[in-house]
């Protein structure tokens, strides 16, 4: 994107921000071609309920989303985070969670889908050390990106999501399993074709055929005969 028209949104747009947040816990930073806006979370979302947003934050985020929604050219990207206080899968999914609170918003608005985006990053992107409740404090908050819609697909690229936690890998491995399951079912088919086609059991056939057992059959035959001769020549 062209600077000059980054800078131009970013000197139009960060007054009006500005007056949008007056008088609140709502704080407003400029980053490069960025206009951020950041919420605590411990200001803004319930003790009782981390993920669900406090009453009176109802109105400064419908403002700050009415400046925004006019501008077809203006996206958003939301941003939850976490302190690093428990398992990491926990904190992404309260990240997600609040950042979906503050999204709800925007939405309602009348922002358009293709203009708003949203992150939970858990606790991957500190403010501040976690070895202090002043810290960890800082860490647990909303971040409110704005910018031109030219410059949010590069935005975006550089929020990529946490690594997935072995509880969400086991969702996605089904749909590996059935061909690795063919797979070792293989060798298994050929296995049984091999003991089809040994050549062990021919000779065991004709050994059976070809046993000797008529001859003496043949000279027991023999035997009776002379014995009939012999009781003839008796009587």
């Known amino acids: ?8 949104w970013l000197d139009e747009y960060e007054p009006r921000l ?6 609140t816990n709502l704080q407003l930073e400029r980053r490069e071609s ?5 919420a605590s979370a411990d200001s803004s979302f319930k003790a009782t309920r981390p993920d669900l947003l406090m009453p009176s934050m109802l109105g400064p985020f419908t403002r700050v989303a009415k400046v925004v929604e006019g501008d077809p050219k203006t996206a958003v990207l939301v941003l939850g985070h976490a302190d690093a206080t428990g398992a990491m899968a926990a904190n992404t999914r309260l990240s997600l969670d609040r950042a979906k609170s503050v999204a709800a918003i925007f939405r309602m608005s009348g922002l358009q889908s ?19 409740n002043e810290g960890r404090a800082l860490n ?3 971040e409110i ?20 936690s072995p509880s969400d890998l086991v969702a996605v491995q089904p749909a590996v399993a059935p061909s690795i399951a063919k ?18 059991k021919a000779p065991a056939k004709k050994a059976v055929k070809a046993a000797p057992a008529k001859k003496p059959v043949v000279a ?4 009776s005969k002379k014995v009939a001769a012999n009781d003839q020549a008796k009587n």
Do not use: F
Not at 145 to 164: D, G, N, R
Not at 183 to 200: L, T, W
């Open 1 to 8: 994107p062209d600077p000059k028209i980054t800078q131009a």
């Open 18 to 23: 500005r007056a949008a947040i007056k008088d």
């Open 34 to 38: 960025l206009l951020v806006i950041v």
């Open 114 to 132: 293709n203009r708003l985006t949203l992150r939970g990053m858990g606790s991957v992107m500190p403010r501040a050390a976690n070895d202090s």
């Open 140 to 142: 647990r908050r909303v």
């Open 145 to 164: 990106l704005m910018t031109p819609q030219a410059t949010m697909v590069a935005l975006v690229s550089k929020y990529s999501q946490p690594a997935l």
């Open 183 to 200: 797979k070792a079912a293989a060798p298994a088919k050929k296995a049984v074709v091999a003991k089809k086609g040994a050549p062990a």
């Open 220 to 223: 027991k035959a023999d035997t």
